[in-house]
């Protein structure tokens, strides 16, 4: 009883998978772990024991099934957000990848098409594949930017049923304005995803994609509490877009899909923003620590909207991976040629690296 009988290629599995490899950074318990964009910072006291007493409560009613519409968690990003923004606009899951999930399944599926501008976040590929969809990509120019006429260009050409955009980008850090969301609206009429995962790292004055919600009834402009908010092991992800859109979504999320205890951890962390927020400021001041000494040391640095750098000019990536593991030190080899990415962590954690760097040399 339970030993392996059969591989993975004698079951009868969706032909559209074979072959496939499954999501997944390579995790290792070194002391210096700065390879998956979490927020490495510890969620402060005062907050861990609001959530604690928060989901304590919730736990005398945990015999029910939870509030289905999550209504209290709704009116709470919903005035995070601000913009205007309604609770009957927001949606929520188990991590804005699930989220991401609930509109390819309402609007992807067999025969229809997903569209992003390589390199991006791998998981919109999976996800993708996971519905029955097809992902095309597009292509990026010098630095990994994309110019509004570009974009719409190559989205119009493609006339894809869902469009990722990655605001900031992901593997790349790089930014996105809002006029190349604008002009990749114009130029298709399927759904239109501004994934803003990294969007509290961004400049404070930058406008968010939020801004253009208003007539514009495919945009989705999806979040995660995940990195500003040191949420990552809560598996916390939401939405705004216009409420049909997110009427559609209830045609595919699974019966209460959110439990009352993320509910309730959910909307505490809410309760302290500011707190919780504080610790961007950290990280951003450890992300431009980082990239000004890469640079120093020779590397091609990028710029940088995200709470991690990406850094080119690496002459042997798998044997500086190997190196700085050596020394205790995890980052990610994203499989982009020359290049290496790294998290900013806290800074202590952030001088680990540089010293290991600085230490293997060139």
């Not at 509004?148 to 990722?164: G, L, P, T």
């Amino acid at each position: 009883m339970g030993g392996v009988t059969v591989s993975l290629d004698d079951l009868p599995l969706r032909e559209d998978l074979r072959g496939q490899q499954p999501y997944g950074a390579p995790q290792a318990p070194l002391p210096v772990a700065l390879n998956v964009n979490e927020n490495t910072h510890p969620v402060p006291d005062e907050v861990a024991d609001d959530i604690a007493d928060s989901v304590a409560v919730a736990l005398r009613d945990v015999n029910r099934y939870p509030d289905r519409e999550f209504t209290a968690l709704r009116e709470g990003f919903a005035e995070y957000l601000g913009h205007g923004v309604q609770p009957e606009q927001v949606w929520a899951a188990n991590g804005s990848n699930e989220v991401l999930q609930h509109v390819l399944q309402a609007f992807g599926g067999p025969g229809r098409t997903a569209f992003g501008f390589a390199p991006t976040y791998s998981m919109y590929t999976l996800l993708t594949r996971g519905v029955g969809s097809a992902f095309l990509s597009g292509e990026r120019g010098p630095g990994f930017t994309l110019t509004a006429e570009s974009a719409a260009d190559q989205v119009a050409a493609a006339d894809s049923d869902v469009v990722f955009l990655c605001a900031p980008n992901n593997p790349t850090g790089t930014p996105l304005e809002n006029d190349v969301v604008e002009a990749v609206y114009d130029a298709t009429d399927g759904i239109v995803i501004v994934d803003e995962a990294y969007r509290e790292f961004a400049p404070r004055d930058t406008p968010s994609a939020l801004q253009l919600l208003q007539g514009r009834p495919r945009l989705v402009v999806s979040r995660t509490m995940s990195k500003a908010f040191a949420f990552a092991g809560a598996r916390v992800g939401y939405l705004a877009a216009d409420p049909a859109l997110v009427d559609a979504l209830r045609l595919v999320r699974l019966p209460y899909h959110l439990s009352a205890l993320t509910q309730a951890a959910a909307s505490a962390a809410l309760r302290h923003a500011d707190t919780m927020l504080a610790m961007v400021d950290d990280i951003v001041e450890q992300r431009e620590r980082i990239s000004a000494t890469l640079e120093a040391l020779g590397y091609t640095v990028y710029p940088t909207w995200s709470n991690f750098v990406l850094f080119g000019g690496v002459a042997d990536p798998r044997a500086t991976w190997q190196a700085l593991y050596d020394r205790g030190v995890l980052i990610r080899d994203i499989g982009i040629p020359g290049h290496l990415r790294v998290t900013a962590g806290t800074e202590d954690e952030t001088s680990a690296f540089l010293d290991a760097l600085a230490e293997i040399g060139r």
